[in-house]
């Protein structure tokens, strides 16, 4: 992690002459943007420890609406025994009311093998609004209602839950300098039987061009879960990203 850290230091301390590739475009260039990250780590020794995760994200921005399409994925496997396996699907689409304000559908899917629930579906709609809106400091806030599924292990005694939730989210970018920006996202699904929360946090800093260099945070939480099972699962990577 030390090693890690230095890294970070270097590649951010390194960034400051170079000039952002986005300079000296048009803003209607960027209406279309997309965005890919991995992470790959081995060990060989008196244990194999081998893992990876990655991270897909495709977004359109008109004059009317936006869409966003977000796939992500989790694995690692110790002396041939897997020991995380996590995949996740986000779909959301807003469509602009007025400045600042707009109404959202969004869906959801997890499927996690090790988790406290093996799969689970959502699916909301509402209201959002920009409460900061500047050049270099944004602040998302949604809220609506929706519904969601949670199906347990196979080898768990809890029965399906299916219930109606409340959904907020609070959506924080930074540009702290003008190759690297920091973003922060809170999601809050609230339904009688079990509520879940979500925290991801990054650090993403320009290296050359399109290639950019990411340190994540990913924080989630079930209130109801087994005996057996903990209440958060975390997890903290340092990716390549490479936007086209």
């Given amino acids: 992690m030390r090693f890690l850290g ?10 400051w002459a ?33 893992s990876y995760n990655t991270r897909l994200k495709v977004a359109m921005d008109t004059d009317q609406t936006h ?9 690692a496997q110790d002396s041939n025994s897997t020991s995380a396996e996590e995949y996740q699907l986000q779909l959301q689409s807003d469509l602009k009311m007025w400045a600042d304000h707009y109404l959202f559908l969004r869906g959801s899917q997890i499927f996690d093998r090790f988790g ?10 509402g209201y959002g609004t ?21 199906a347990p292990p196979d080898d768990s005694d809890k029965s399906q839950i299916n219930e109606a939730i409340i959904r907020t989210a609070l959506k924080f970018e930074r540009r702290i300098h003008e190759r690297t920006r ?10 009688i039987q079990n509520t879940t929360g979500v925290l991801d946090a990054s650090l993403t800093n320009q290296l050359w061009d ?26 903290s990577t340092l990716n390549l990203l490479y936007t086209f």
């Fill in 18 to 50: 170079l000039v952002p590739p986005y300079y000296g475009k048009s803003k209607a260039e960027y209406r279309f943007a997309s965005e890919a990250e991995v992470g790959l780590s081995y060990y060989n020794g008196n244990t194999n420890t081998e």
């Fill in 116 to 125: 406290s629930y093996s799969s689970e579906t959502s699916l909301s709609s």
């Fill in 67 to 75: 869409q966003e399409v977000v796939f992500m994925s989790n694995y």
């Fill in 182 to 191: 920091f973003n922060i996202g809170l999601d809050l699904e609230a339904g």
């Fill in 6 to 15: 230095l890294l970070l230091l270097l590649v951010v301390s390194n960034a």
């Fill in 130 to 150: 920009n409460l900061i809106s500047r050049r270099f400091t944004s602040l998302k806030f949604e809220i609506g209602p929706g519904y969601r599924l949670q």
């Fill in 210 to 235: 399109d290639l950019a260099l990411k340190l994540g945070f990913y924080y989630r939480y079930s209130e109801v879960v087994d005996a057996d099972k903990s209440n958060f699962d975390t997890h």
